[in-house]
Structure formats: structure tokens, C-alpha cells
């Protein structure tokens, strides 16, 4: 399923699609006093107010609270022997055996899926709509695809969501503290960009890295190591796990493994074997 606004903007691109089916939805803007609001407060607070921290999760949890699965699960603690009496009427999602001849369930009952699949009375009850939260998620990639036209005078290294590091300084049209434009954040005398989420820079006067799911933190200069071709980092870590049987929470050491990846796109390496650039992944659909 696509959003026919992102859609659009992939026709500039030279994008082709064939349209097979579609919902239609009416079109409003329905939270830009909301967001202006809580923009305002946001920007009339510093960071290490919990004002400014509230407003900014309200904002960024919004399309969210929107796309929230709309199977509400009920659960229940059962004789293990009775499990399987359970297995036709209902939908059972997960099983913790107590170590007691007990388990704790999550399950679905398999008629109120039928409901909530044949009409909109549960998206109604508990304000869920797939069609807002896709529609906003898809135009914050339209606008961040402005950023990635080939057309731009500057080398894009890396993108995200709401950012962008590139070579040279961005046309003074973009950048503002007003909502829905960009400020400069950093300007690296060096960066490495390994994966998403992955990356690091430094300046003259401090170094700034992030490395998602690692609690321990890295200096940039373990990141520059791993821009050769098979070159890996790893790094002990804590890691927490719970037991509901046990009602404890246990703490264990593990190995966090830090190397480039080829999930997203292909990689590129010079004649030295040092990761350069990316290149697409193409896949084919073979014709009926």
C-alpha cells in the first residue's frame, strides 16, 4: 500500500506504477493547532525542563498513537492442562509457563477478530486509523526526499527521518527554528557513517556517536577501524531480561557485535578494501 501523495512525489523521480486498488479518504487538516500549540511550548522551554520533554514526546508520539495495533489482548493465568480446550475458540499470541502447572496467556477471542475486521466499531472505540498515521509518516519522507535529489549541489552522506549531514553549507531557505525547517546542529571536521543509526563525527572541540541498541558508549575513532572490509568491533554489554515465573529480573553480560551491513543496500569498497559509498538493491518481479 502507498500513499498517493508519496506517490506523487516519486513520479518527479521517474517512478512508474500500476494501480491495482485503493481506499479514498477525505482530506483535512486536523491537528495543525495541536502541533502549533505544543511547538510553542516546546520552544518557549529549555531542554532540561520537563515541559519542553512532554511536549516533544506529545508531538513526535502522535502518527504513532494512530497506527496502534487494534488487537487489544486479554489475558489470563490457567491450568496448564486446559491450554489446549483454549486453542479453538481463541487466538492465543503467547504462553509463560509459571513452573507450577500454570501459565499466563495473551489471547484473542476469534469472533471479536471477525468484528473488528468486518467493521470500524473498535478503530472507532479506541481512535485508531492506519490511514492518518501512514499519510503522516509518508510526507515526512517527501519532504526529507527534496534533501536526496540528485540535482543538489552537496554530497549527502547520511539521512534520517528528520536530519541530514552533507558537504556543504544548506540554502539558507531551509534553515529556521520554525516548525518544519532545519537547524545546523554539528559541523564535523571528520564523520563515519557506518549503518543506520550507526555513525559518529568529530570537531575541534568534542566527538559525537551513536550506535542504537548499545548502552556502552564508543569513541569515534573505534568506528574508523570498521570501514575495512570485514572488520568488526565487539563490545561487552549489559542486558536485562525478565521472568514473569520467577518475578525477577536478571542482568547478563553479552557481546554487542559493531560491523558495516548489507541489509539495506549494497556496499561499496575502493582498492584498499575501505567501505566508500552504497549503491541500490534491485529486485524483479517475474511477469504471470
Not at 88 to 93: E, G, V
Not at 116 to 134: C, F, G, M
Not at 216 to 237: A, T
Not at 240 to 261: F, V
Amino acid at each position: 500500500m502507498l500513499f498517493s501523495e508519496e506517490m506523487n512525489n516519486a513520479l518527479k523521480f521517474g517512478y512508474k506504477f500500476k494501480i491495482l486498488r485503493g481506499y479514498l479518504f477525505d482530506k483535512e487538516y486536523i491537528f495543525t493547532e495541536y502541533i502549533n500549540d505544543l511547538y510553542k511550548i516546546k520552544k518557549a522551554h529549555n531542554k532540561d525542563n520537563p515541559m519542553y520533554l512532554i511536549s516533544k514526546l506529545l508531538m513526535n508520539s502522535l502518527y504513532g498513537r494512530f497506527r496502534m495495533d487494534y488487537r487489544f489482548y486479554d489475558h489470563a493465568i490457567i491450568d496448564n492442562n486446559e491450554l489446549f480446550d483454549l486453542i479453538d475458540n481463541y487466538s492465543i499470541s503467547e504462553v509463560l509457563d509459571l513452573n507450577n502447572n500454570k501459565s499466563l496467556i495473551s489471547y484473542l477471542y476469534d469472533k471479536k477478530i471477525e468484528s473488528i475486521n468486518s467493521d470500524n466499531t473498535i478503530n472507532n472505540k479506541y481512535n485508531i486509523s492506519i490511514s492518518i498515521a501512514s499519510a503522516i509518516t509518508a510526507s515526512s519522507r517527501v519532504h526529507m526526499s527534496q534533501f536526496k535529489s540528485i540535482n543538489n549541489n552537496y554530497n549527502l552522506y547520511y539521512s534520517d527521518t528528520d536530519s541530514i549531514y552533507i558537504d556543504k553549507p544548506l540554502d539558507k531557505s531551509f534553515i529556521s527554528d520554525e516548525l518544519g525547517k532545519i537547524k545546523l546542529e554539528y559541523i564535523f571536521n571528520e564523520a563515519v557513517f557506518l549503518a543506520p543509526k550507526v555513525y559518529g563525527g568529530v570537531t575541534n572541540t568534542y566527538e559525537y556517536v551513536k550506535v542504537k541498541g548499545l548502552k556502552n558508549p564508543v569513541q569515534f575513532n573505534q568506528l574508523k577501524p570498521l570501514l575495512i572490509k570485514d572488520s568488526k568491533l565487539e563490545i561487552k554489554h549489559e542486558k536485562w531480561y525478565r521472568s514473569i515465573s520467577k518475578a525477577n529480573i536478571s542482568i547478563k553480560q553479552e557481546i554487542y557485535t559493531l560491523m558495516i551491513n548489507n541489509n539495506k543496500r549494497k556496499l561499496i569498497y575502493d582498492n584498499n578494501n575501505k567501505f566508500i559509498d552504497t549503491s541500490p538493491i534491485f529486485f524483479f518481479l517475474k511477469a504471470e
